[in-house]
């Protein structure tokens, strides 16, 4: 299974929704979907797309927040998974595309590679209660719907294979994007009375 395909997948559920992601192949496969101003693509701040998802589901009660991380990204900051399982925000699903490599930066091997490390049963250890692991785009489309309807965080640990977008390039740089989604987040709290 790849990453691309699993976006495509639920690209149709996520479009209107507040999405967090990592830097580079993960960011750059979403985007290539279409951008969308609700869409943060969290640059070189690895294993720290969690936070921002934790912050964001944590003051907005009545959004969904989805975010989208990678092995490496969370496995350079594990600790984040414990704050996740502390404050448990009912309004977060975290998926974690486990490929095995730093693809982004060229595609070294991570520590789940050797298939020693599990970050699943990391995230069970951490406290987490819902964390699902899939291999398959069948589960991991089983494992988005159950995780999207469930009123409690939930964490989606998909294996993926390591290959991402042929191209790189958006139109925007961090900071544009920020404020933009900041805008869009005020634009929709003001639409909905919250
Ligand atoms: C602290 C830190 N070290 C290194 C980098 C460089 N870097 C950017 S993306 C990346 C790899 C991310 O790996 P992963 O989260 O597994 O996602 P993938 O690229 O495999 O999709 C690295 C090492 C960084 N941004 N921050």
Do not use: W
Request: net charge negative; with cysteine.
């Amino acid at each position: 299974m790849e990453r691309a395909q699993c976006l495509e997948l639920i690209y149709p559920e996520i479009e209107d929704k507040l999405v967090v992601t990592i830097m580079g192949a993960c960011a750059q496969e979403l985007y290539d979907l279409g951008h969308k101003e609700n869409f943060f693509y969290l640059q070189h701040a690895m294993g720290l797309a969690s936070s921002i998802g934790l912050g964001l589901a944590t003051h907005l009660p009545d959004e969904k927040i989805f975010v989208l991380d990678g092995d490496g990204s969370v496995l350079m900051n594990l600790g984040t998974l414990t704050t996740l399982a502390r404050y448990r925000p009912k309004n977060l699903v975290h998926i974690i595309f486990d490929n095995g490599s730093l693809l982004s930066t060229g595609g070294f091997d991570s520590h789940t590679t050797s298939g020693i490390t599990d970050l699943a049963a990391i995230a069970r250890g951490a406290g987490i209660e819902h964390v699902v692991s899939v291999d398959g785009p069948m589960e991991f489309g089983e494992a988005f719907v159950e995780a999207s309807e469930r009123e409690d965080l939930s964490v989606i640990v998909a294996h993926v294979e390591a290959v991402g977008p042929d191209n790189y390039g958006m139109d925007f740089a961090l900071p544009e994007n920020a404020f933009r989604f900041k805008r869009c987040i005020a634009e929709r709290r003001a639409a909905s009375g919250s």
